[in-house]
């Protein structure tokens, strides 16, 4: 504290240093619960195995599958699309364009949608317009639904919408912070638009959109709500080999685990030790963005 | 493109028209068909929010028109008004969507939502707007470093795994210490609600705390202001707009958060505004809960879409809501004379 103080500066400085005592007394609050039950549940086997008919019992391995598929699934749909529309925002879009203006306002706005619309959306749209119009489209009605169910493929779809602000915004952010002079002598060496654009400023923006790959990821692995009516499952005995099969979920594994076993005490060890397993999930890949960010800021200022 | 290029240089010869970049040719096709895929992909985001809207309408909407979903939930006035059920004695809000005689009054969905989001704000915007005061104006840059993102990582923890924390130690916990009559209640979300938004809301603050221009600090002090004086009376005032931006995102998040309130509000749906211990039924957790077993296409099935509608609604003018604010802080700043 400066010289002078008075009751009043200490009284602020204290009220305001608890808020954030508070909030990081919490975090730990949550951690440590979290860790100190749930880790000695965690082996090998617990990692690799298949869960029990009750999910009490066995692994939670259906789950992490499940789970990496997803996201992986949801990685290929959001990048193209995410990255492009950076691209166009910050290399194509003339200044003022009306079009940026309204792109850029979808994207706030889609960032805001609440995840359970998103849900609604996954199934209205993906499940029954796109899934079911293929069925009708290229198979007998008699046959039963082929695509119009829920299914991986439905519920990667969503999450790639859901996380599409996220990529977008982290790599806009990297393209804006690529040097203008690499752009200005790539010009001048002769390359076209286009050229400049993949062989100059991408490689450049590399760690950037990595840092909104990151981010999505973490996102995308710990949403529920989009995911309950477009695939996931309660309980698969099997792994899903085809984009129209079910999967488990770690998230909805959580949900399904805290709210629906018959004996929550017998179900606890479990339960920890799965949120744990998602909390070290969503943790790592964040703190893998922070470092990425961390790096491409420092090598913006060294310039 | 060319022709206006030619026209150009034909009428100032001397000084031809500035062009964009590494345009000033015929482009090859690969410059052409990577722009076109690139504008073509840019319009995802657009067409997205288009389709959530579409999708999510056209289902509800002919809750309206059909004559045998009219007959089921008795029109659009039923779905707010109370009824003398069957059964009852006085006329009530029910929200009980299956069995013999469906009852749907949205009207406890809408108390449940509003009680615990109002809750879950009270708990939150003062919390992370003075954890912003800190950070920002009392913390060494050192600190700040290693506060920001600490504070931050707390944003990236699902909602499945605070509702999670909210039903499996945290409602034990205030049972046992507050005495509440019931495990599960609207209090319980609140909390957990809170330590969700708690996070963006002090991000947002932070970052408008940090961005008051400097000037303004040093020369409030430089008039032999305290340092309580320069940020409750110079720096809080100049950030409030961004604050406030803060607020509104928190809000609209905490309307449409699910997992907490579905797994540790209770979920039964009561019309009781002012009694915090009491369960309590969120839109959300509604939608959560209901969608999986109801038929496409019954007048059930529409009610929970004509929800969802009401949510993208309200979170659509919440986001607008915080831009514009935001922006009017900006036109503040750039306003000025000296920047």
């Known amino acids: 504290m400066m010289r002078g103080a008075s009751r009043t500066d200490w009284v602020l400085f204290a009220l305001s240093g608890s808020a954030v005592a508070l909030m990081l007394l919490t975090l730990v609050g949550i951690l440590v619960p979290v860790f100190v039950e749930g880790l000695p549940r965690i082996d090998l086997v617990f990692l690799t195995a298949q869960p029990s008919a009750d999910l009490v019992g066995g692994g939670i391995w259906p789950a992490i599958f499940g789970t990496t598929l997803l996201t992986l699934l949801m990685t290929l749909a959001v990048v193209p699309a995410g990255v492009a529309t950076a691209i166009y925002l910050t290399e194509y879009a003339p200044r003022r364009s009306r079009l940026a203006t309204v792109v ?12 359970i619309v998103f849900g609604l959306f996954g199934l209205g749209f993906f499940v029954l317009f796109v899934g079911r119009g293929l069925d009708a489209l290229l198979y007998d009605p008699a046959d039963g639904p082929v695509w119009g169910q829920p299914a991986v493929l439905w519920s990667s779809l969503t999450l790639a919408v859901l996380t599409l602000p996220v990529v977008i915004v982290t790599t806009e952010e990297a393209l804006r912070a690529v040097p203008h002079d690499l752009r200005l002598a790539s010009y001048g060496l002769g390359a076209t638009r286009w050229q400049t654009i993949a062989q100059v400023v991408l490689p450049n923006a590399r760690a950037g959109i990595l840092t909104g790959v990151v981010l999505a990821v973490s996102r995308g692995a710990g949403e529920v709500a989009p995911i309950i009516f477009t695939g996931a499952a309660n309980f698969l005995p099997y792994l899903p080999t085809d984009l129209r099969d079910m999967y488990m979920h770690l998230g909805y594994h959580v949900f399904a685990l805290s709210t629906q076993s018959p004996n929550v005490d017998l179900a606890r060890p479990t339960l920890f030790a799965t949120v744990a397993v998602l909390l070290t999930l969503t943790f790592s890949l964040n703190l893998v963005a922070v470092v990425l960010r961390a790096r491409t800021r420092s090598r913006a200022h060294a310039r | 493109m060319t022709e206006r290029a030619d026209a150009a240089t034909v009428e100032k010869a001397s000084r031809p028209a500035p062009r964009p970049l590494g345009t000033g040719y015929r482009a090859p096709w690969s410059d052409r068909i990577a722009e076109a895929v690139i504008r073509g992909l840019a319009l995802v985001s657009v067409l997205s929010i288009a389709l959530i809207f579409v999708f999510i309408a056209k289902e509800a909407i002919p809750l309206f028109f059909e004559p045998e979903a009219q007959q089921e939930f008795g029109g659009l006035a039923a779905l707010f008004s109370p009824r003398t059920w069957p059964g009852y004695d006085a006329s009530v809000f029910i929200w009980q969507p299956v069995g013999g005689t469906p009852k749907m009054n949205l009207v406890p969905l809408f108390v449940g939502t509003l009680k615990i989001t109002v809750l879950g704000m009270l708990f939150s915007v003062p919390l992370a707007v003075l954890a912003a005061i800190f950070v920002s104006q009392y913390a060494t840059r050192r600190a700040r470093e290693v506060l920001k993102p600490a504070l931050e990582l707390m944003a990236s923890i699902p909602s499945v795994v605070l509702g999670f924390f909210a ?143 009401l949510l993208f609604v309200v979170t659509f003018v919440l986001n607008r809501l915080a831009v514009w604010v935001v922006e009017a802080l900006q036109r503040r700043w750039t306003a000025g004379a000296s920047r």
């Open chain 2, 167 to 309: 039903l499996m130690v945290l409602a034990s916990l205030m049972q046992d210490t507050l005495g509440l009559p019931s495990r599960l209640n609207a209090l319980v979300a609140a909390v957990g609600l809170a330590i969700a938004i708690a996070p963006v809301v002090f991000t947002v603050s932070e970052d408008a705390l940090s961005s008051v221009p400097r000037e303004l600090a040093a020369a409030a002090l430089a008039l032999g202001a305290r340092k309580h004086q320069v940020v409750l009376r110079i720096v809080l005032p100049a950030a409030l707009p961004g604050i406030a931006a803060g607020a509104i995102l928190g809000f609209g998040r905490a309307i449409g958060e699910t997992m907490i309130v579905l797994m540790a509000s209770g979920n039964a749906a009561v019309v009781e505004l002012f009694d915090p211990t009491s369960s309590a039924r969120t839109v959300t957790a509604t939608i959560a809960s209901e969608l999986g077993e109801v038929t496409p296409g019954d007048a059930h099935w529409r009610v929970l879409f004509l929800l969802g509608s």
């Open chain 1, 104 to 115: 850029r306002a979808a994207v706030h706005n889609l960032a805001g949608v609440p995840s």
